[in-house]
T-cell receptor
Framework: GQNIDQPTEMTATEGAIVQINCTYQ??????LFWYQQHAGEAPTFLSY??LDGLEEKGRFSSFLSRSKGYSYLLLKELQMKDSASYLC??????????WGAGTKLIIKP | GAVVSQHPSRVICKSGTSVKIECRSL??????MFWYRQFPKQSLMLMAT?????????EQGVEKDKFLINHASLTLSTLTVTSAHPEDSSFYIC???????????FGPGTRLTVL
């Protein structure tokens, strides 16, 4: 079967750095997305990786290793507004999105 | 960027009534649209996938006669919750994808409360 694993919840301090990991086992791979979702709102796009390596976008970076079935989202200079759920999703061989359960990130002052 | 709208954003209805939710891609043609449901503190659950002009593909456990999906044009899909009951109260989110594109663009969601 297809499986996406990410931690259920993480806690970090304002101004610090946090890394949210995602491992996947899917039938085929056509890219990996990270989305941010605040409570009561729809997900918003953060990043897309299809090749191995690190993609940096401001305070957020996303890394992919296809051979290891592994990705991480790195958030720097954490702000209180970064408190949200972070969803990892993989595009499989049928171009369907397979979703992880999401990681709830709690930022403390 | 691509914009997807949903209407209404909130709806409260009585048990037994039907509710229609619209999802529109405003600046691109969405060959595929997805309908998700999300219960409090849970992740997104894909309900169905619809391709323009064809019948929707429902996920296991989703009743197709209860959740009617119509994707009649490249910019509009509708989800009708028929004979809604309190357990159908949830956050319903649509997303849209253009042809040969991997990214899904999400609508803002519709919060349904069935009394």
């Amino acid at each position: 079967g297809q499986n996406i694993d990410q931690p259920t919840e993480m806690t970090a301090t304002e101004g610090a750095i946090v890394q949210i990991n995602c491992t996947y086992q899917t039938s085929g791979f056509n890219g990996l997305f990270w989305y941010q979702q605040h409570a009561g709102e729809a997900p918003t796009f953060l990043s897309y990786n299809v090749l191995d390596g690190l993609e940096e976008k401001g305070r957020f970076s996303s890394f992919l290793s296809r051979s290891k079935g592994y990705s991480y989202l790195l958030l720097k200079e954490l702000q209180m507004k970064d408190s949200a759920s972070y969803l990892c999703a993989v595009v499989d061989s049928n171009y369907q999105l397979i979703w992880g359960a999401g990681t709830k990130l709690i930022i403390k002052p | 960027g691509a914009v997807v709208s949903q209407h209404p954003s909130r709806v409260i209805c009585k048990s037994g009534t039907s509710v229609k939710i619209e999802c529109r891609s405003l600046d691109f043609q969405a060959t595929t649209m997805f309908w998700y449901r999300q219960f409090p503190k849970q992740s997104l659950m894909l309900m169905a996938t619809s391709n323009e002009g064809s019948k929707a593909t429902y996920e296991q456990g989703v009743e197709k006669d209860k959740f009617l999906i119509n994707h009649a044009s490249l910019t509009l899909s509708t989800l009708t919750v028929t004979s809604a009951h309190p357990e159908d109260s949830s956050f319903y989110i649509c997303s849209a994808r253009a042809f040969r594109d991997n990214e899904q663009f999400f609508g803002p969601g519709t919060r349904l409360t069935v009394l």
